[in-house]
């Protein structure tokens, strides 16, 4: 006797297999294509303004805030957005310090005794004021360069021009500016800011008086001001 096959309830004579989706399979299918759209979201190729999903949708943030690319200009004002929009965290950023020099030179003479390279009451008052004035930068390198005058040697002026500079570092690195920040020179008599003609004879008071220009130590630092 012929056995009739036994019958697959999930199949119909003439008709193809059908899939029944409940309501629960339904929302999980929508939650899935919402999450692979935010995760692939990116910003709006035409104004680089609001951040967009695949299907150039806006990306709200869980607030209902329209998400704001961070790389182009603010939005433009929509029924959708409004005004309200809030930049991705790692899209902000603080006001970038500005770069800044400053230089001041001081006169040897205020800074040392005549022919000397220990520091003078005056002279530290004198570095005080510079430091004073320089509070509101971030030093990256403070450059002292000293100078003589033309009286003694080459070799004896280089020498002194070196140790006024060095004066001058250890100073300031007395009042909290790192060592490393600070860098000396000296150029001896070979950059005077007197003329050729100038100061002529041999060594007198006002011939002395005359080169004081020369006996100096130029000073800058170069960092960034600080923004309050």
């Known amino acids: 006797m012929q056995q009739k096959a036994a019958r697959n309830p999930n199949f119909e004579t003439g008709t193809t ?17 919402l999450a692979m759209g ?13 951040v967009l999903d695949q299907r150039s949708g806006v990306v709200k943030s869980g607030f209902g805030l329209c998400w704001h690319s961070g790389t182009g200009p603010a939005p433009a004002s929509t029924a959708e957005c409004g005004s309200n929009y809030v930049v991705p965290p790692m899209a902000r950023s603080e006001p970038s310090p500005k770069p800044v020099a400053q230089r001041v030179t001081l006169d040897a003479d205020t800074l040392f005794d005549f022919n000397k390279a220990d520091l003078r009451p005056a002279g530290r008052a004198a570095l005080d004021d510079f430091v004073g004035k320089t509070k509101d930068i971030t030093p990256e390198v403070i450059t002292a360069v000293g100078h003589a005058d033309r009286f003694g040697s080459e070799s004896y002026n280089m020498a002194l ?29 070979t950059q005077p800011v007197t003329k050729a003609g100038d ?10 008086e ?19």
């Open 199 to 208: 100061c002529l004879g041999a060594r007198s008071t006002a011939v002395t």
């Open 210 to 228: 005359c080169l004081q220009g020369d006996r100096r130590v130029d000073i800058e630092v170069v960092g960034s001001r600080i923004v309050r």
């Open 161 to 189: 021009s070196e140790q006024r500079a060095a004066a001058v570092k250890t100073y300031l690195m007395s009042k909290g500016i790192e060592s490393n920040r600070i860098s000396t020179e000296g150029r001896g008599e």
């Open 17 to 33: 297999m059908k899939t029944i989706f409940t309501r629960k399979h339904v929302g999980t299918a929508v939650m899935c294509a």
């Open 38 to 50: 935010a995760a692939t979201a990116q910003p709006n190729p035409e104004n680089n303004a609001l």
